[in-house]
């Protein structure tokens, strides 16, 4: 060897030494420690788009409300002209109680062409005839509210794929753009199924932005963060509960009620076209280049220099011993059980977590005398539940933690079978509804943080989309177990079935792993070993 060579040699392996090794956590962590308030709100920014869900999730509620025994009514027809002055008493009656039988089944005798409602708020129940329960109506209207989860399960399967495929960015961008023009186009809605249809694409966008920033703001944290971050968005969801309240008690048009929504989701979903995709995207994606880039993007908030031409990630090792797409994806759950068993478990915790979630606030305007205070106090419930759980999982961790959520939710529901009332319309059952919609809150948060965690980075698209896709079928169901199946069974029938399956529940959460203080891990192959090394503990 000769001597230039020898130096060149020297020169290499001193280069090779000076070059440090870090994955992107350590990255992610060093930025944290180092952020500027630019960092910060930017950080905190990421989730704002939660705030817009209640007002367009619980549209419906507002601009639906079915007209009471207390609003009036005046006929337009001749038929209720002739029927009412030859029996005057019709008039002093609740129309929805006016019926008659033809072929052996009830129908009503006034329908809305016959008579005119004297109300303070418009409604599509009295337009589109859905406010008496009489045959099929309530059914139809209970759908206008859960169509939103079908489509949302289509968001879903369709995020699944172009999550880890095109971005979390671009993901949130058209979800935007889907959510936004749905909820818009009902300001013009005059028509069942054009609701119906603007409710399902509202799903498809909102879940897909939602989801694809939370998966995006997961991964710009360090472990420590996670659990505060996941508080936050969740508080930031509570806040669009007094805007959904308010835009329906002081809106008094359902159409103009949509556009006010509109506007206001807009507002909280600008952010989206602005933020910076997360470089553990890129990684897994083996375009380490466009990941050191984002890394430098983040550093520029910190008004920092980040040095990346001396730094190998490891994570970008790991990532290029396979190949990202859905085929490697679903290869991957064939290859490792643990990973099957846990996205599993975290599916069945999500259907359940939803269920009980949305069936309570759907079902506020039976189950609290009134409907705007009870989204308030629900709201109010929630925040408690956030503030609360935030500490909870900190001290207990993430597996403890839902195990006593699911175990508090349960026994909620078993205070609420027997019947006791407390007059003004308030019951046990609406004060154990209260008390339970805290627990299951918590669970909500919870669930969303857990899986961020257990989900391999490989798989974080996919897995929140299995996950939040059963949570779409518990959440269609959770409205017809409140306002559908509870009417016509006995009180313990929907109540002692729920408190069971919330115990199933707290069994399932003992069969996770803790994630609490371990990195998120990028591979499937990384999930086995997390387990083989995993000792439950009580």
């Not at 011993?321 to 759950?333: N, P, T, V």
């Not at 899986?451 to 518990?474: D, K, M, Q, W, Y």
């Not at 399932?508 to 803790?514: D, H, N, R, T, W």
Request: some cysteine.
């Amino acid at each position: 060897m000769t001597e230039n060579e020898n130096e060149k040699m020297i020169e290499t392996e001193g280069m090779m030494k000076r070059k440090q090794a870090k994955t992107s956590d350590d990255l992610i962590t060093e930025l944290m420690r180092r952020r500027t308030w630019k960092y910060t709100v930017f950080i905190m920014c990421l989730m704002v788009v939660w705030t817009g869900g209640p007002p367009a999730v619980y549209l419906t509620s507002f601009a639906g409300i079915d007209p009471t025994v207390n609003d009036t009514w005046t006929c337009v027809s001749d038929k209720c002209f002739n029927l009412t002055s030859k029996n005057s008493s019709l008039l002093d009656q609740f129309p929805c109680d006016i019926t008659e039988k033809v072929d052996g089944k009830d129908q009503l005798v006034f329908e809305p062409s016959d008579i005119e409602w004297d109300l303070a708020h418009t409604s599509f129940s009295v337009e589109f005839d859905l406010y008496c329960d009489v045959g099929s109506r309530q059914s139809q209207k209970t759908l206008l509210s859960s169509i939103y989860f079908a489509g949302a399960l289509t968001g879903l399967i369709i995020g699944g794929y172009i999550f880890d495929k095109i971005g979390r960015k671009k993901s949130a961008m058209i979800g935007t753009l889907v959510a936004g023009i749905s909820i818009f186009t009902g300001t013009f809605c005059h028509n069942y199924l054009l609701l119906l249809t603007l409710r399902f694409f509202l799903g498809v966008g909102r879940y897909m932005t939602s989801t694809a920033m939370f998966i995006l703001t997961v991964e710009l944290v360090p472990t420590k963060q996670r659990n505060l971050v996941n508080g936050w968005a969740s508080c930031l969801w509570v806040l669009g509960y007094p805007a959904a309240a308010g835009i329906g008690y002081f809106i008094p048009d359902w159409n103009y009620m949509f556009l006010t929504a509109s506007i206001f989701y807009l507002i909280t979903t600008l952010n989206v076209f602005f933020c910076i995709e997360s470089p553990k995207f890129y990684l897994i994606n083996n375009n380490e280049q466009a990941a050191k880039r984002a890394f430098k993007a983040l550093a520029k908030l910190n008004d920092m220099e980040l040095d990346l031409e001396n730094v190998e990630i490891l994570d970008a090792g790991s990532a290029k011993q396979r190949e990202q797409s859905i085929k490697q994806q679903l290869m991957d759950f064939a290859r490792y059980p643990t990973l099957r068993l846990e996205s599993g478990l975290l599916m069945s915790l999500w259907f359940v977590v939803a269920m009980f979630y949305y069936g309570f606030n759907f079902g506020w305007g039976t189950i609290v005398p009134d409907l705007y205070l009870g989204y308030i106090t629900a709201g109010v419930g929630e925040l408690i539940a956030y503030v609360l759980v935030v500490p909870l999982i900190a001290t207990l961790g993430r597996r403890r933690a839902m195990m006593f959520m699911f175990t508090g939710a349960s026994l909620s529901y078993l205070l609420a079978i027997p019947v006791l009332n407390f007059g003004g319309g308030w019951s046990l059952n609406s004060v154990s509804c209260l008390v339970g919609i805290v627990f299951v809150s918590g669970c909500f948060a919870g669930v969303y943080l857990w899986t961020g965690e257990v989900a391999p980075t490989s798989h974080a698209g996919l897995v929140f989309c299995l996950c939040s896709g059963a949570a779409r079928i518990g959440s269609f169901l959770g409205p017809y177990i409140f306002n559908n199946l509870a009417p016509v069974t006995h009180t313990a029938v929907p109540l002692g079935g729920l408190a069971l399956v919330a115990l199933l529940c707290s069994l399932g959460s003992f069969l996770m792993v803790e994630t609490g203080t371990s990195t998120i891990v990028l591979t499937g192959a990384e999930v086995e070993e997390r387990r083989k090394k995993y000792k439950y503990q009580i």
